[in-house]
């Protein structure tokens, strides 16, 4: 036998996702393994979901993390609240808007797809257009933080519209949720998803997921069963909530979730205003640094996400070659294209406890020098 234990290199995590994990949150995992059903884990569990209310600034008392990544918790949002037959209105301007049509789809709905361009804000007309053609609509989802095109949309105006035309919203905020303002209640979400390992600076792996009442009641009316076992959260429920005694469903990654606790902790001790200001600022500097190296954003300047820069990559310059370099010779990953971008965008992130000025300075001194004729 030669297989040894597995010694990752250290790197610096400036891609789409999973971020540079602080050594706090490392040292939280690393703590001994209790029983899932262990009272002093049970009242961590209880902790976790009201740190998660306060991240997603919502009172819903169905807020939890899925154990699995954020495409569970995008597809527990769909399952659980799309029935057969159905009709879903789908916004769609980047890879997870058209991940979204997919889950419409297998659940034997119809979706109305609002179709925008990649590498720009989802129209709010263009919505507003879609739902006085479609009055048989249920819910409308779109995807806050486009990490395909590095796009923000106005959750807020679009949730409004879908209010207006008496529908549910479901709402992606995988790296949103962090970086940017997201205001689950004030703004009227009725499902939402997220991710542990971009904003939060947890592991990967973990999804967070809140439903409104109105949300949880449609759950709770439903007419067939949830397709997905694993997913109902019916029954995922009764395994997170604090009243009565608690039911196995399935064992929570016990250890995963000591680090969602400490990064969630983290956030919590910074505030939701301090992280979203500091994601701004560590963006600013970076962009001032692009526009030093000649080098263009794909998305203008008002809506762009600051923990997810898309850029153009040079005329001349080779994609991969350029990332196997800032991977070998300075430990820094930085994202390729994605979709209609493959092989002529770089995605860099600054993503929770990677929006640092020296992850920034690092980023810009690298380029520069491999950029270098
Ligand atoms: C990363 C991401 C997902 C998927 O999350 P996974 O944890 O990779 O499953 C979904 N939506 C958006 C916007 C994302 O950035």
């Known amino acids: 036998m030669t297989i040894q234990s597995f010694i990752p290199p250290q790197r610096t995590l400036m891609g789409p996702g999973p971020s ?19 009272p002093t884990f049970v009242g961590m569990m ?8 306060y991240a997603f600034q919502t ?4 807020t939890m993390a899925i154990s699995a990544p954020g495409s569970a918790g995008m597809e527990a949002c769909f399952v659980n609240l799309v029935s057969p037959g159905d009709t879903v209105v789908v916004c769609r301007n980047g890879v997870f808007g058209a991940r979204m049509i997919e889950n419409v789809n297998r659940i034997g709905a119809k979706t109305v797809v609002v179709d925008g361009t990649w590498g720009r804000a989802v129209d709010p007309q263009a919505l507003e257009d ?17 990490t395909s095109t590095g796009a923000l949309s106005d959750a807020k105006t679009l949730c409004e519209i879908a209010r207006k035309h008496n529908c549910l919203t479901i709402v992606d905020a995988v790296t949103s949720l962090g970086g940017v303002e997201l205001r689950v209640d004030e703004w009227g979400i009725d499902a939402v998803y997220s991710g542990s390992q971009k904003c939060l600076s947890c592991v990967p792996g973990l999804s967070p997921v809140s439903f409104s009442e109105q949300a949880a009641q449609v759950i709770k009316n439903r007419d067939s069963a949830v397709q997905s076992w694993f997913l109902d959260q019916s029954l995922v429920m009764e395994y997170w909530s604090g009243q009565g005694k608690r039911s196995y469903h399935h064992t929570a990654p016990v250890n995963s979730l000591y680090a969602l606790h400490e990064s969630l902790l983290a956030l919590l001790n910074e505030t939701l205003e301090k992280s979203w200001t500091r994601h701004r600022e560590q963006h600013n500097k970076l962009a001032a640094g692009f526009e030093d190296l000649g080098i263009n954003f794909i998305v203008p300047e008002q809506e762009r996400l600051p923990q ?7 005329q001349g310059i080779d994609d991969v070659k350029v990332r196997q370099l800032l991977l070998n010779e300075y430990n820094l990953e930085i994202g390729a294209g994605l979709g209609q971008f493959a092989g ?30």
């Open 20 to 38: 540079d994990v602080s050594p706090r949150v490392l040292s939280a995992l690393a703590r001994p393994t209790v029983g899932h059903l262990d």
């Open 46 to 53: 209880d902790e976790v979901k009201s740190l998660l209310q």
């Open 59 to 62: 009172q819903n008392p169905y």
């Open 130 to 146: 879609a739902l006085k053609q479609t009055p048989e609509a249920k819910f409308v989802a779109f995807v806050h933080a486009e």
């Open 308 to 314: 997810l820069n898309a850029v153009y990559i040079p």
């Open 344 to 373: 002529n965008a770089w995605r860099i992130g600054l993503m929770g406890y990677a929006a640092r000025s020296e992850n920034v300075a690092l980023c810009l001194a690298a380029l520069k020098e491999v950029l270098a004729p």
